[in-house]
């Protein structure tokens, strides 16, 4: 039997400190919060912090929980964990002794009819309270789960991570526990060596009934993948949502279709979020379509390397693999969104039948396997209620003048959010707003929303503008962990420096340091050019990154940062599989511009995790002079210089010989050919410098 109502998930934070502190802990909670994300068994309270003892009874007695997640440090003056005892804020003595009463009077509203109960010690030393005070405690939990020793942040979050999405696969406490080993050996990796002779053992241990699990209705496959709307309030579309509904019942293949702007994507996520719960119990399943080559990946992503199709690059075979996991009993909504080409994206159609509601946008006219759902402008009442979300009363003090910015925008809802948070910004009237978008002679409703990036871009500091150069050269479509995407961005410019050097003039100059790339990506989302949700994930509006692009190839250096970059369409947050390309020998013998890289191809397995098939194993990459070019199937390939598309590297002695020299260990005796797949194969999964 599944259970009826949600299980209640409380994130209790104890004795936030240190100002760095509430920030660690918060994002450990929106790490929780995308594990659980869309899926209707799970409820995650609302983040709590800084709780006395008597708050902590009175939350916990408001909410009653089955889950209670404790995060904390375990130094000194902040959460201080022994074996019976712990700090917690607000307390006169400073120290909670866990007796018997305090147990009690803390954890005896713990539900105690609905399973599983668990008591989740996210803290260091936890392991000794769990230990010491287990017999208390499992009598209001069915499992105790606390750290053995001190951990990092980084672990921390890793550990949380990896936790509940087993958990919300449905797998026991003792597989999710298993599933932290992976995080905990990178950790060790990271230690001193000092500790690791020790024998530290920093893995969390559970105590009491592990082999509980959340009975679950959806399996985590069959969820909501839905992506987080940057909307404060839809408005405008309400009709559209029932017309769509209703359309969609009758026809199993729909296309919204608009121009640019219009919000066909975010009608999308509002329609899902509306009505998959009771529409669509098999689940929604959101692709994103702008690079057809991502839905394959997205795909193989479920294979979790066990190779059940890592052998194959038929995308047909792909795709009714993929297909065939889901509920074929249930009502499942699939969403491709940002489609360019119908012709590829048919190999990645589910079977044809009433079990599969697909739902794609796009802006060119769908063939005729799609019925056409046309987006038509926002009404003027709408749209001003959208003007109304960031200003207020002023559009009602100035309504002529709002109504006239509505029809020269011909009511596009990106370029109305982006006029009415420059107004808001720049505390200027409408009338002065409009009169800086008559001093260009453009009337489109596109060249409009061109001026409106040129009067935001006036506003940006140096720092945001550099920024925003390097992301024109990197992906529009998707959505980014937060912290993936820095750090990403950071590797890119890195790279970008080490290969320009000299050659490098002003362009990009100012960011210095990892902070500056903060301060940018959040003066960027101030200006509503980039989406930072629930500061957990970011996006970029294709238009945007349009403009960026043009604002990159007029900057001096603009040219020669797309020949060592070029246009990407990677993924920063895209997951590596069958097969994790993070440890593929990567050698980078050639530094400059431009360079793209070579795959070496062996029959022999050893050294390898990877198989493209026909007993050929991938051994390393080298990067080499040369560019990225397309092939006519439209696969980039790395050409080295000296060659043409149509040559065949593979027999060339001189670059075979190269993998000998710079991978002896894997190429040994010339045992390597050279493949120059890499750019959509390799060489931009695995985090390597070129990304094409």
């Known amino acids: 039997m599944t259970n009826s109502k949600p299980y209640k998930i409380l994130f209790l934070r104890l004795d936030p400190g240190e100002a760095d502190s509430p920030a660690e802990q918060a994002e450990e909670y929106v790490k929780i919060d995308n594990a659980l994300h869309n899926l209707t068994d799970f409820e995650l309270l609302p983040d709590t912090k800084g709780y006395s003892l008597t708050q902590m009874v009175e939350v916990i007695n408001q909410h009653r929980p089955n889950v209670i997640h404790l995060s904390g440090h375990g130094s000194k003056n902040r959460l201080e964990i022994s074996n019976h005892s712990l700090v917690v804020n607000g307390e006169p003595s400073g120290k909670i002794t ?5 147990i009690e009077r803390i954890f005896g509203s713990v ?9 989740f010690f996210n803290v260091c030393l936890a392991g000794g309270i769990a230990n010491n005070a287990g017999e208390a405690l499992r009598s209001h939990f069915d499992c105790v789960i606390g750290m053995q020793e001190l951990l990092n942040q980084k672990l921390a979050l890793g550990i949380a991570t990896s936790f509940y999405q087993s958990m919300a696969n449905g797998e026991t406490v003792a597989a999710a526990m298993k599933s932290l080993v992976p995080t905990i050996e990178a950790y060790n990796k990271e230690r001193n060596p000092e500790d690791r002779e020790l024998g530290f053992n920093p893995e969390p241990k559970a105590y009491g009934d592990d ?28 009709q559209d949502l029932d017309t769509l509904h209703q359309q969609l019942q009758q026809q199993n293949q729909i296309a919204i279709t608009g121009v640019d702007g219009i919000g066909k994507t975010e009608l999308a996520i509002q329609y899902a979020s509306k009505y998959w719960k009771q529409a669509y119990p098999g689940g929604v399943c959101w692709l994103r379509a702008r ?4 839905v394959a990946e997205y795909m193989l992503s479920f294979d979790e390397g066990k190779g059940a199709v890592n052998d194959s690059s038929d995308k047909e075979i792909i795709a009714n693999w993929f ?21 590829q994206l048919r190999s990645y159609l589910p079977p044809l039948g009433d079990n599969f509601k697909i739902l794609v946008t796009a802006q060119p006219s769908p063939e005729d396997i799609f019925q056409e759902f046309k987006l038509s402008r926002l009404a003027e009442s709408a749209a001003l209620d959208l003007l109304r979300q960031p200003l207020a009363n002023q559009v009602d003090d100035e309504l002529s003048d709002a109504q006239e910015l509505c029809q020269v925008l011909e009511c596009l809802p990106l370029a109305l959010k982006l006029v009415g948070n420059y107004v808001k910004k720049r505390n200027i009237s409408l009338s002065e707003m409009r009169k800086r978008l008559r001093e260009e002679t453009d009337s489109s409703a596109l060249d409009e929303m061109q001026k409106i990036f040129e009067l935001n871009w006036d506003q940006l500091s140096l720092k945001a503008k550099d920024l925003a ?8 479509t998707g959505s980014w962990e937060f912290q993936s995407y820095r750090d990403f961005l950071k590797q890119r410019l890195d790279f970008l420096r080490s290969s320009l050097g000299k050659d490098l003039s002003s362009v990009l100059a100012s960011i210095k340091k990892d902070r500056d790339i903060e301060d940018a990506i959040v003066e960027l989302q101030d200006w509503n050019l980039l989406a930072v949700q629930d500061k957990s994930s970011c996006s970029i509006h294709p238009l945007v990154r349009l403009f960026f692009v043009k604002k990159l190839m007029a900057s001096p250096d603009g040219k020669k940062i797309v020949q060592v970059l070029g246009l990407s369409h990677s993924d920063p947050n895209r997951k590596i599989l069958p097969a994790d390309f993070s440890a593929l020998p990567t050698v980078n013998e050639f530094v400059g511009s431009p360079g793209c890289y070579i795959a ?21 990459q080298v990067r080499v002079s040369g560019s990225y070019q397309q092939t006519r199937d439209g696969i980039n390939i790395c050409v080295p210089n000296g060659y043409t598309i149509d040559s065949d590297i593979s027999a060339d002695k001189a670059l075979n010989q190269k993998f000998s020299k710079t991978l002896p260990e894997t190429c040994k005796d010339d ?16 985090g390597s410098l070129d990304e094409h």
């Open 211 to 238: 082999q509980i699990k959340f009975d679950l209705n959806i399996k985590t496959s069959q969820g909501a993948n839905i992506p987080r709307s940057n909307v404060v309030k839809f408005v405008g579309r309400e």
């Open 323 to 343: 297909w065939r996991r889901w509920e074929q009993e249930q009502t499942v909504l699939v969403i491709f969104d940002g489609v360019t080409d119908y012709k």
């Open 671 to 686: 045992s390597c050919w050279a493949g120059g797949d890499t750019a959509d194969f390799l060489g931009r999964r695995t």
């Open 600 to 620: 070496a191809y062996s029959h022999q397995q050893q050294g390898s995790a990877y198989s493209v098939g026909s007993n050929i194993y991938v051994m390393g």
């Open 291 to 294: 690079d057809i080559s991502s």
């Open 111 to 119: 539900q105690e009819k609905t399973k599983p109960r668990i008591l």
């Open 98 to 102: 866990l007796s018997q009463e305090n």
């Open 469 to 476: 150069l390097l992301l024109s050269v990197l992906p529009s």
